[in-house]
């Protein structure tokens, strides 16, 4: 028999990380809340046609496509074989072999769901979402093939107080995990103009691909890469400048005004940026003006936020689309949002040991009642009850054991307080509590007990 084991590029999580997990998606949860987002979910999986398409060639290779059920069985099966081996080798789907997948990401079937439920809604629609997606990606740190994200996105509206809003989200929930970062903000139609004003407009989205691509594999692999791509070596020599800039977000705007002066979708792009700083007073939000975001729907604004002083990619992303929801049968509703890595959070926080600074442990048990016996386990249990309805999290210890056995489980679960409970305790009505973290015991009343621990 073989070990039992688990899918690459997955996880389990034990109840500590599970605390750990939770802190953090509470902590953003609160601030989306406070900001008067609405919860909803959407299928672990999609149809097919609803994913295609929406996140370039490469991101369509990541689905992961779901065969249909019972091919095995069909009476076509050696036609079905055939079909499955003609989509192997030309790259393409079949839907006799598959009509679904798993998502890919929140947005996509965010923008299903809306155009599905536009007469349920009202716009401008504020909704978040926290639920996991799947990519077919080769694993590593910080990249797994399950994984949660964390989405806000406003739809139905074009003001630009929606990016300023998500900005300060963004912070807001940085700081309330005590993670410093860097906010990076750029503009796809600066993008666009930079593209049209080398002569290469229509390639604006090999272009994006390959820049996003910067901080991984270094401008000499990007350069190869636009090459690859058909672009000139001139209009690659162009776009240099763009990538050697250095200077604060006040000389970048500069910069590319002077650079877009041409352009009017590359003005109208360097336009918004400067609102926006106009309106947020936040320090660590910065202009990358090499900053892309590889998806093909983003229209206007893009986000990333960078972790300092960890090596690892970005912890969140997102942006403005303009026609998101048209390729779905309803056109011109513009959207903006962002997405929170939970995981590669999770790993920002445990790389910098900060787990160890917070007071995680009012998630876990507080107190364990050990069971003496049949008598003293019928008493507890009544003991036991009204804690519980008193908010205080406890256990009784389901088994006749010794003090040895239950002293492990409160070392394990890190639970600070145990109750003993014998025939003196019964009858006098005084309990006695042993504090696990020092090992001292005292003899307390039951509502003494109960305030103790509130």
Known sequence: MSKPSIPKGTRDFSPVEMVRRNYILDTIRKVYQKYGYQQIETPAMENLTTLTGKYGEEGDQLLFKILNSRIHESKDKNILLTEFQRSLEKSTNSETLTERALRYDLTVPFARYVV????????????????????????????YREFYQCDADVIGSNSLLNEVELIQIMDEVFEGLKIPVTIKMNN????????????????????????????????????????????SPSAIDRIQPLID??????????????????????????????????????TNLELDITLARGLNYYTGAIFEVKAKNVQIGSITGGGRYDDLTGIFGLPGVSGVG????????????????????????????????????????????SLVNKIRKAGINAELFPDAAKMKKTDGLCRCKKIPFVVLVGSEEMNSGILTVKNMISGEQSKLPFEQLVIALS
């Open 245 to 282: 800039f250095k200077g604060n977000s006040q000389e970048k705007i500069s910069f590319l005004k002077n650079l877009l002066s041409d352009s009017e979708i590359g003005l109208k792009g360097i336009s918004e940026i400067e609102e926006v700083f106009e309106m947020v007073n936040i």
């Open 338 to 381: 962002i997405s929170f890595g939970i995981d590669r959070i999770y790993d920002v926080l445990e790389e910098l040991n900060m787990f160890e600074t917070l007071d995680l442990k009012q998630a876990g048990t507080q107190v364990l009642f050990v069971n003496f016996g049949k008598v003293e386990e019928k008493y507890c249990l």
């Open 116 to 143: 599905m439920h536009q007469n349920e809604i009202t716009f401008p629609f504020k909704r978040y979402q926290v639920q996991p997606v799947w990519r077919a990606d080769r694993p590593q740190k910080g990249r």
């Open 188 to 231: 796809r139609k600066i993008l666009s103009g930079i593209a049209e004003i080398i002569g290469e407009a229509d390639k604006i989205i090999d272009i994006t691909v390959a820049i996003d691509k910067l901080d991984k594999i270094g401008a000499a692999k990007v350069k190869e890469e636009l090459l690859a791509k058909g672009l």
